[in-house]
Structure formats: C-alpha cells, structure tokens
C-alpha cells in the first residue's frame, strides 16, 4: 500500500518562510496531479496549489506570489515553497497525488505562524 509523507513543517515567525516537501513510499502508477491543501482549525480544508504532470500550476488567491508549488517526477516529490508567511497560514498541510485509478493522501504536516 503506497503512502504519501509530508516533512517540513514548523514554527515560524511571521514574515518567515517553510518548505514542505511530500514523498511516496510504495508503489504508485503514473502520477498524474499533485496537490497541497491545508485545514485550519474549525474550517474545512482548502486547496492550496496544484500542478499538474507537465508542470502548469494553480493558486489559490491567499497564497499567489508567496507560495511556489514544485515537482520532481523521477523521484515522485512534491514540495510547497511558503514565504512571507502570515499567521492566517496557520494549519495542517497536506499533499495529494492522483494517479489514473486512485487519489492518495498524506497525514499532514503542522504549520504555525506566530505574529
């Protein structure tokens, strides 16, 4: 059964910056898209950046020109640069990948922004 781990996340400053990185371990087929969300407290998780297999990306408009969704095919990573952090980013992260037959998640990361 493959599973998706998250690294990297933290307690930073405001203002700061975190790079979170995802990766497989087992065996995935092809993976297509790749994915960040995030869940704050209380809310309902939320779509942060996605890139797709030849690389086209898409942000939420929270995060634009702050955060930089990357990928690394060969070695099945994804990662999520995050700067100019703001305490509003505070929350668990998580990386999706969607092969042609299934969606996989990972368990979250925690990111918490101090002001």
């Known amino acids: 059964q493959a599973q998706l781990m998250e690294s990297g996340g933290g307690l930073v400053q405001a203002g700061g910056s975190l790079r979170l990185s995802c990766e497989v371990s087992?065996?995935?087929?092809?993976?297509?898209?790749m994915y960040w969300y995030r869940q704050a407290p209380g809310k309902e998780r939320e779509l942060v950046a996605y890139i797709s297999r030849p690389g086209a990306t898409t942000y939420s408009d929270s995060v634009t020109g702050r955060f930089t969704i990357s990928r690394d095919n060969a070695k099945r990573t994804v990662s999520l640069v995050m700067n100019s952090l703001k305490p509003e980013d505070t929350a668990v992260y998580y990386c999706k990948m969607d092969s042609n037959s299934r969606t996989y998640w990972g368990q979250g990361t925690q990111v918490t922004v101090s002001s």
């Open positions: 087992g065996y995935i087929p092809t993976i297509r898209n």
